[in-house]
């Protein structure tokens, strides 16, 4: 199992994210949002999918910045917050900050949603039109009903663009409705210097050993699954998603490579970092199995096991055995079967015997795990619990 930061401690009520672990691929904002989850009790695994080039750096934003200087276009969006305003910041730091304020005032400024808006007027300008519903489709089908053919449109970038990217892309469309398009690339991603961290990550959600992946945006989408696919493990990995990761992203512009590819994923209504740590609050504790075994409330996790709101971090052994007993709750699952479950398998069951042996003191209740003589052993799930007797 990959390393995490563990959550807090359970406490006299147990918080909804104990013994959950939760993948973080975001690059920025990460520390602010691995404590909004560890705040609900969840671990955290944080491996970041894309790194952002810094745009004083950047000599692909100087020479959109300069041709929009020379020549301003007649249409400009701001698609982000950030983005328009690390652009400004950009602009001041080669000196030329206050030159583009007044080129961009004498061009039509489009916002694609509230913060992009806050960045226009934040820099003494005015937006013409924002879509009240933030969508790139509202705003795409209101530049095609005005028409764009022949004139110059700048679009303030959010991210590199990839195979992945979801459709319909906004330059693309307004290029094939005759528009010429001076893309502005602020805040580039590109794959991490690192990918080890990526590699393990994507390792851990085909292994079901996280119990969800987050996303923030679409280019980290695209950066993983590019990724998974050099690794030739992006079948694994979209298995695993539909499945048993949940993938749970900010916004539909994030979660479209994921849905192209038929991968469900689950979104806030509200596209900010607090509303989607509070879904995952509320929809990791739903979908979780809560069995009553010996007296106490169990609920399963990737990678720890809860009991009565207490998560027990379980050793490799331990937790394929407490996995494979809680698939069908309560059937007995013999010596053999439970040794093909053990990390390494072997031929000896003895070593399950050993396994069910340290698995009954990490629970801390030996009932909990039931000996079937000649049989194997089961998870001793309380009667009312077990499905009905239909017998007169």
Known sequence: MTPTTPGPPA?????????????ITAARRADEFAALLAR???????APAIRIIPLIDDDELRHA??????????????????????????????????????????????????????????????????????????????????????LRVGIQ?????????PLPDLAQVLREAGATIIPIPVYRWVPPDDPDPMSSMIDAIVGSEIDAVTFTSAPAVASMLGHAAKLGVLDGLLHAMRTTVPAMCVGNVTAGPLHALSVPTMQPSRFRLGA????????????????????????????????????????????????AMTRIPGKVISRAELLDELPGG??????????????????????????????GYRLAVDLEYDEPDTDD
Do not use: C, N, Y
């Not at 609900?40 to 944080?46: D, K, L, P, T």
């Not at 970038?157 to 990217?165: Q, S």
């Open 157 to 165: 970038m959010h991210g590199a663009t990839t195979d992945w990217e």
């Open 40 to 46: 609900r009790g969840a671990a955290v695994m944080h």
């Open 276 to 323: 989607l740590a509070r879904l995952i609050a509320d929809e990791l504790p739903r979908r979780a199995q809560l069995l009553r075994v010996a007296g106490h409330e169990v609920s399963m996790r990737a990678a720890a096991v809860v009991v009565d709101d207490t998560a027990l971090e379980l050793s490799g052994s331990s937790l394929a055995l407490m996995k």
């Open 11 to 23: 406490g006299d009520a147990a918080l909804p994210l104990t013994g959950f672990t939760i993948g």
């Open 65 to 150: 910045t300069d041709t929009v200087l020379a020549d301003p276009p007649d249409i400009v969006v701001a698609t982000t917050g950030i983005g328009f305003r690390g652009w400004i910041e950009a602009a001041d730091g080669w000196g030329v900050a206050d030159e583009l304020i007044d080129r961009l005032g004498d061009t039509r400024l489009l916002a694609r949603g509230p913060k992009a808006k806050g960045a226009i007027r934040a820099a003494g300008l005015h937006e013409q039109w924002s879509p009240p519903s933030e969508s790139s489709s509202e705003l795409i089908s209101e530049l095609l009903e005005e028409g764009v053919s022949g």
């Open 346 to 375: 072997g031929t000896d069951t003895h070593a399950v015997e050993m396994a069910v042996t340290r698995l009954r003191t990490a629970l801390g209740d030996a009932k909990m795990i039931q000996t079937v003589v000649k049989r």
